[in-house]
Nanobody, 116 residues
Framework: QVQLQESGPGLVKPSQTLSLTCTVS??????????WSWIRQPPGKGLEWMGN???????YYSPSLKSRTSISRDTSKNQFTLQLSSVTPEDTAVYYC????????WGQGTQVTVSS
């Protein structure tokens, strides 16, 4: 059973960098053809795909967030991370990590609030 767990601060101040880690068990983030994503859901809004990292280490980002987003990984810890810079209150959301492929698994999500 693949399990994903998000971790990181629940409160970030405006203009700072939001940093979240996804710890994966039951699969390796280097498994061939696996893809690993970050998705968020602001309050009262729909899901927004932010970007992903492939088994190879290649990354892809949403065009609307590309200038502020970075996804990286630590294969020794089987973790991948999200960094979102210059946050504003509009970045307040529940943040999820997920495995897109070969089949879909989601973490439970973590609430991040941007506020001074």
């Amino acid at each position: 059973q693949v399990q994903l767990q998000e971790s990181g601060p629940g409160l970030v101040k405006p203009s700072q960098t939001l940093s979240l880690t996804c710890t994966v068990s039951g699969d390796s983030i280097t498994t061939t053809y696996s893809w690993w994503s970050w998705i968020r859901q602001p309050p009262g809004k729909g899901l927004e795909w932010m970007g992903n990292i492939a088994y190879s280490g290649s990354t892809y980002y949403s065009p609307s967030l590309k200038s502020r987003t970075s996804i990286s990984r630590d294969t020794s810890k089987n973790q991948f991370t999200l960094q979102l810079s210059s946050v504003t209150p509009e970045d307040t959301a529940v943040y999820y990590c997920a495995r897109d492929s070969p089949s879909l698994y989601w973490g439970q999500g973590t609430q991040v609030t941007v506020s001074s």
